[in-house]
């Protein structure tokens, strides 16, 4: 049996695991993330895997999830904008300090790679994946393959236009889906409306203290489980606009199977109920063929270290 290492680095951890060829996770362990510290970030993944080759001397390589660009060689973060990372030749450094091959992706394709290898979309040869959290990510898998692009950089998904002349994006672009149907998005929703309709969000506003501006993701998803009428709406304009992006990447791409994960789908059906409406009034005129099925993720928070431990195993 092969074991390798997955390390899911992140804005607030490094999280670690050894990974067997079924996807379980055998040991894991964690650490808070220097994120304002491109070194110290470098030398705690360092500890992490360090930690579980001490406890498993038989893994055979490392695979490593970044929430960041990475060159099309897949040796280079380019940037990170959570961690400080600008050009840094993270690859061979892991590999050098562990004595194993290190194999380098972004955040979004290890989890998807997860999901397509041992999660809902395992049946299938082709997918796409859209994670939902603060921001948006993405990631396409055709023939059984990541696409990773010219320039190792694809699948941007959170940054195509919903909205031209929209919401500015962090990315300098305007109205892209990321401003419309990510977690930034849903707090954004729920607070706009509070201060528009207060006498419909008053099982919001109480769990906010009364003010629209406190309001956070958390208490949005608890109080449109409780039937609050603002809070509901934000689910169903976030559903909305994913239920857009998915159509359209639908239209383009013909994948086999549409991965929705990240954080905000714990929301259940207050999210998945008006995503899935609308990607199917979108394709209303398609009936004549088969459209993409739309799952919610699976693997959970395990998916980045399972993912990047199979990525390694292929090599």
Known sequence: MTLTIGIDVGGT?????????????????????????????RDTIVEVAAELVEQYPGATAIGIGAAAWIDASGSTVLFAPNLAWRDEPLRDYVSKAIGLPVVLDNDANVAAW???????????????????GTGIGGAIVVGGNLWRGANGIAAEL????????????????LGCLEQY???????????AGARQEPERAAQLLALAGGDPLAI?????????????????????????????????????LDPQVMVIGGGVIDAGPLLMG??????????ANRDRFPVAEIHAARMGNAAGVVGAADLARRG
């Not at 997860?114 to 939902?132: L, P």
């Not at 940054?159 to 672009?173: A, F």
């Not at 958390?218 to 998915?246: H, P």
Request: glycine share 14%; charged share 20%.
């Open 13 to 41: 951890k490094v999280a670690g695991g050894v990974v067997d060829e079924q996807g379980n996770v055998l040991a894991s362990n964690r650490r808070p993330t220097p994120a304002d510290d491109p070194a110290g970030t």
């Open 114 to 132: 997860a999901e397509f290898r041992f999660g809902v979309a395992k049946h299938a040869e082709s997918m796409v994946m859209i994670t939902v």
């Open 158 to 173: 959170g940054h195509i236009q919903s909205v031209p002349d929209g919401h500015p994006c962090g990315c300098g672009r």
């Open 181 to 191: 149907a990510s977690g930034n998005a849903l707090v954004r929703f729920g607070r």
């Open 216 to 252: 956070t993701g958390r208490q949005i998803t608890e109080a449109a489980r409780a039937g609050d009428g603002v809070a509901m709406d934000a689910f169903a304009q976030v559903g909305y606009w994913l239920g857009v992006a998915l159509a359209d990447l639908a239209q383009s």
């Open 274 to 283: 008006p995503l899935e409406r609308t990607y199917r009034e979108q394709l």
